[in-house]
């Protein structure tokens, strides 16, 4: 006789608990550990495209970054889930991570869709899927399970083709989830300013890897291999090293605030051809979709049949005075609202030239910020909008 529904919830939830709190304590001057997750393995290629495989574009990628981190953080120890082509268990993964007390999880992943059409790249944290497309990711990437012995007793009855399974990251009392967002915001900003991704934002959904793993934690999803022309630059060695450098330098962004904020200082660490690392105090910047519609209350004034061009350069869930200390001395200060967060922009212009022109100029003051395209009242793509422009 199997569980009634509170019950299940129930044993969910008292698991969860006995995962968050017996976390152990050691030395607040250890080495910062990081723990890079190439994502599938062996005989788990993850998502197929025409010419490469997930398992190898993670893998080099993962490398790459871990490389990068070895060569200029001497404080940060460096743990690899897999530094070869081998299966490693979901469970074990997060295992290799808490047995490493790891201070931040980076889970790297390609993305596959149906639609051939999309791409872009995308940065998860931990959380209840609120939307269908996060439910799908989160989905496709827990079915790694599956090919694993035992997996319903291993993973306490959870399965990642029901929907029923992901009610208990509905009562996750995540303690490492404002880091982790922080984060994700870092490498998906790094991802869309340096490696020039489409950005398809910040996002939230049930993965089993991040819900294990008892530190701050992300799921990167470079973008799609099931979209050819994105495959070709996921699949380059040129390609791999701009997304390791991304989140790279979103990782040097992220130690130094982390630093900071525990008092110690560390000049040793540089920026491989950034110089962004040092933040300047700025909301978080979240995007949720891809190609999202201004709310009804958005101020915008465009004009309907050519693209405008804005530099965005924040967002914060809360309403911003215009005296506010980040915005003096700008002109054309605007915000539009999207995915319940207030997204400040300055400038509009229909030449394209015009408003990167005034990226470079304000790039000191906002490092992260990167141009927006409206036509009417619709936010559209940046490409898009430059072609329409032509």
Partial sequence: MGFNRPMKYFVCLLHI????????????????????????????PGAVGRISKEKDITLSVARMLG?????????????????????????????????????????????????????????????????????????AENAVILLEDDY?????????????SYIMFEFMMDAYLDNSITFA??????????????????????????????????????????????????????????????????????????????????????????????????????ETTTTPVPEDDAIITVDEKKPVFKLQITASTKELSSTNVNFKGLKELNYYREGGYYKYTVGADTKYENIDKLRIELKKRFPDAFIVAFLGDKKIPVDEARKITK
């Fill in 152 to 164: 319903q007793t291993k993973y306490l009855g959870f399965d990642p083709n029901s929907i029923d």
């Fill in 185 to 286: 915001t870092h490498v998906q900003n790094k991802l869309v300013g340096s490696a020039k991704r489409f950005d398809r934002g910040v996002r939230q959904a049930g993965f089993w890897v991040l819900h294990r793993s008892a530190c701050s934690s992300v799921l990167v999803e470079l973008g799609f291999i099931s979209n050819y022309n994105e495959e070709l630059y996921l699949a380059s060695t040129t390609g791999q090293r701009e997304m390791a450098q991304a989140i790279y330098s979103a990782f040097v962004k992220y130690k130094n605030s982390h630093d900071k904020k525990s008092g110690y200082v560390n000049n040793e660490v540089t920026q491989q051809s950034e110089s962004s690392s040092a933040s300047v105090d700025q909301p978080t910047i979240i």
């Fill in 17 to 44: 608990l006995l995962l968050v709190f017996p976390i152990l304590t050691y030395s607040q001057n250890k080495d910062f550990v990081l723990v890079l997750d190439a994502g599938h393995g062996g005989k788990d």
């Fill in 67 to 139: 490389e990068l981190v070895q060569k200029n953080m001497k404080d940060v120890k460096v743990v690899y889930t897999r530094k070869t082509d081998v299966f490693v268990p979901l469970e074990q993964r997060a295992v290799i991570a808490n047995n490493n007390h790891a201070d931040l999880f980076i889970s790297i992943h390609v993305n596959a869709a149906k639609n051939k059409t999309a791409y872009g790249a995308e940065t998860y944290t931990l959380g209840l899927a609120k939307t269908q497309a996060n439910l799908d990711v989160a989905m």
